[in-house]
């Protein structure tokens, strides 16, 4: 019975399937299932045979994110219930991604926090518009790890800077490790204000968060 | 034919890419779109426009939904036929339906250096060593502001752009990089300098400006505020919508079509609402995602399709058409950057777009480079020969000649075909060398390109900008860094 369950979840997660995976989500919580388990020997069982799929090629992007979002759908439903019990789903780590202050651009941003909650990061997306103190506030509310500042304007590219310069200021950049992104955005500029990460894509960057959360 | 630039008119090819059937359903659905999904304006004073015109305006989320026969009625009022205007006169371009203009692209943020071959972060330099081969270059009608000045202030970073290309060229400059009310007032200012007077700029509009959508469905606030200063004073103003499958748009074309018309139609419209008769373009430049990494591609059939069907779109609406072509996602100059290049180029050239985006990139618009500048000048020239089919005449028939060679001769010798052997296209670039010529250094399109790009920026002089209206754009633009 709960072989099946599990097994039910999984393929919920291969489907992209949002509305089945919390309906699986509610139906452990229903028969008293341990909600770590539901994770771990459901959901993420699912979530790791689509990133295999996509890393050899027979899965695409869509499908990647329809996953992490169904994953999403089903973690939230859980979470109450995690609460309950006193447990926590082992995070990797904590990221604060926003888009900076002055650009309204946030398709790349949002992909790359879809594939790091799915990759077993907790996220929290501020959204756009977002000015280096508030993102700064944020992190530190949270015990954030790392930042993720996205830009798609070379003129609010330099907002990425500022926020560096800040932490800087304030002694944070040891705690808080920051990880950039966005098409203006090239090595150079990486190098130019010393950033601890980038990536040009969103695949790149779940790579890049997990090496900036090892190297500590 | 206009002083040193060579534009495609009186095109003997056709391509039929949508029926007028297809048309109308696309152009219907997307005005259902706006009227029930509606799109974002996120400027106060588009939200009052449109409220004052009859739209269903949410100032909360910043959506407005308008009745079709709003939208309809408000592009009606948009010119057809109007100039782009150049510093020379000579170099006007009309915007008539019947000329395909080529433009350099924009806006990159690294350049692979000119002597160096080193890529770097971009540079004001950049902007004017390009604005001065483009000068000098037929191909390239108008300029688009081809690299950010990086070195430059961001608050006056696009008004910076724009002074230097003025200095550099007298072609038209159609700028993409102001998109805020503060960058655009004063641009304006400058472009009066040129014409003597704002007054002068609805005639003689030097400047045209370009503001990206903010796909799907949106607009950005400080874009949308530039644009309605511009009509104002009659600078021709276009939304460019890069509507992508997958990810800002949906993954059939079709729908893709639909999502990014909404936008363009109903930015066009709110200008049209407040500015009746101000000239407008179609701007776009839609593409397929990358299916692996999500990645804007430049290139591939989906575009090719797009370059083609959107110019179908701007005509069933009677606004000309700024559309992107090249911009190849090539990292270099190579298989793919041809490829895409030139099937982009063809299928946007074949409907008769008015203006092409265009030449110098690699790596999906982000790369500047002065060999494949010239490269993608050599594309465009090819098309430009092809487009004009064959002629089938009794001079062209060459029957006199053919009887005069008869079998087994040969037609070197003719004066026929001395009379016509220029006509026969003479490519700057291509290698039809013997192979032991070829051999001896191994050099090819790429070597060629490069050596006339920097011939023409050791040794081309444009026609300079009176040096007093220099130092008037220059107090402009230190007054807007204060």
């Known amino acids: 019975m709960s072989e099946e369950l599990l097994q039910k979840m999984a393929q919920s997660i291969i489907d992209g399937d949002s509305d089945v995976s919390v309906q699986l989500a509610q139906e452990a919580i229903a028969i008293g299932m341990d909600p770590l388990k539901a ?178 | 034919m206009t002083k040193n630039i060579k534009s495609i008119t009186n095109p003997k090819l056709k391509l039929e890419i949508l029926t007028p059937a297809e048309v109308k359903k696309i152009h219907n659905a997307t005005l259902h779109i706006i009227e029930n999904v509606g799109v974002r304006f996120p400027s106060k004073r588009a939200l009052e426009i449109w409220a004052a015109n009859g739209a269903d305006v949410n100032y909360d989320k910043k959506v407005v939904k308008v009745k079709p026969h709003i939208i309809e009625e408000a592009i009606k009022k948009a010119p057809p036929v109007y100039p782009l205007a150049a510093r020379d006169p000579q170099q006007d371009l009309p915007l008539d339906g019947n000329h395909v203009y080529a433009g350099t692209d924009g806006c990159g943020v690294e350049v692979i250096d000119i002597q160096t071959g080193v890529r770097r972060m971009s540079k004001l330099d950049d902007v004017r060593d390009i604005a001065r081969i483009a000068d000098a270059t037929e191909e390239v009608a108008f300029h688009w502001v081809p690299v950010s000045a990086q070195d430059k202030p961001a608050e006056t970073r696009g008004l910076h752009e724009i002074k230097t290309i003025w200095e550099n060229s007298t072609k038209h400059v159609q700028t993409e990089s102001i998109y805020n009310e503060r960058e655009a007032k004063a641009a304006i200012e400058m472009a009066a300098l040129i014409v003597g007077g704002k007054e002068n700029l609805r005639k003689r509009p030097v400047l045209s400006l370009m503001q990206c959508t903010a796909p799907p469905l949106g607009h950005d606030g400080g874009s949308i505020d530039a644009a309605l200063l511009a009509a104002e004073v009659g600078l021709p103003t276009g939304f460019m919508t890069m509507a992508a499958c997958l990810t800002t748009g949906p993954a059939t074309l079709a729908g893709n079509l639909a999502v990014g018309n909404a936008e363009v139609l109903a930015g066009t419209a709110l200008l049209q609402l407040a500015f009746p008769g101000a000239p407008v373009f179609y701007a776009a430049a839609q593409t397929a995602s990358d299916l692996r990494n999500g990645a804007y591609t430049g290139g591939g059939p989906e575009d090719f399709l797009f370059g083609a069907a959107t110019n179908v779109l701007s005509d069933y609406y009677n606004i000309p058409l700024s559309m992107g072509s090249f911009a190849t996602g090539a990292k270099e100059p190579n298989w793919q950057a041809g490829i895409e290049n030139s099937l982009s180029t063809f299928m946007a050239s074949i409907v008769m777009s008015d203006m092409l985006l265009g030449l110098g990139f690699l790596h999906g618009s982000r790369i500047w480079s002065f060999a494949e500048m010239m490269m993608d000048a050599e594309i465009f020239s090819i098309i430009h020969k092809t487009m004009q089919g064959i002629v089938v005449d009794d001079e062209n028939l060459a029957l006199d000649t053919i009887a005069n060679v008869g079998p087994g001769g040969n037609f070197l010798a003719q004066r026929h075909t001395k009379n016509h052997m220029r006509e026969i296209f003479l490519p700057q670039f291509m290698d039809r060398r013997p192979y032991n010529v070829w051999e001896e250094k191994k050099d090819d399109a790429r070597d060629w390109a490069l050596a006339k790009a920097r011939r023409i920026l050791a040794e081309h002089q444009p026609d300079p900008l009176d040096p007093k209206i220099s130092a008037e754009m220059a107090k402009i633009i230190a007054a807007n860094e204060k």
């Open chain 1, 39 to 216: 994770i771990t020997d459901g959901f993420v069982v699912g979530v790791n045979k689509v990133g295999d799929a996509f890393a050899a090629g027979d899965a695409f992007l869509p499908e990647l994110v329809m996953a992490g979002e169904a994953m999403k759908a089903a973690v939230a439903t859980l979470e109450p219930e995690l609460l309950k019990k006193g447990s926590e789903r082992k995070t990797l780590g904590k990221v604060v991604m926003a888009t900076v202050e002055g650009d309204i651009h946030e398709i790349g941003k949002s992909l790359v926090s879809t594939m790091l909650g799915a990759s077993g990061f907790t996220v929290v997306d501020m959204g756009v518009d977002n000015p280096s103190d508030k993102i700064i506030e944020k992190a530190l509310e949270i015990d954030a790890d790392i930042i993720g500042l996205s830009a798609l304007l070379t003129t609010t590219m330099i907002r990425q800077k500022e926020v560096i310069e800040k932490l800087d200021a304030r002694g944070l950049r040891k705690k808080i490790k920051v990880m950039v992104g966005g098409a203006p955005v090239t090595r150079e500029w990486v190098q130019k204000i010393e950033a601890d990460g980038y990536s040009e894509d969103a695949i790149g960057a779940v790579a890049v968060a997990k090496q900036l959360m090892g190297a500590e």
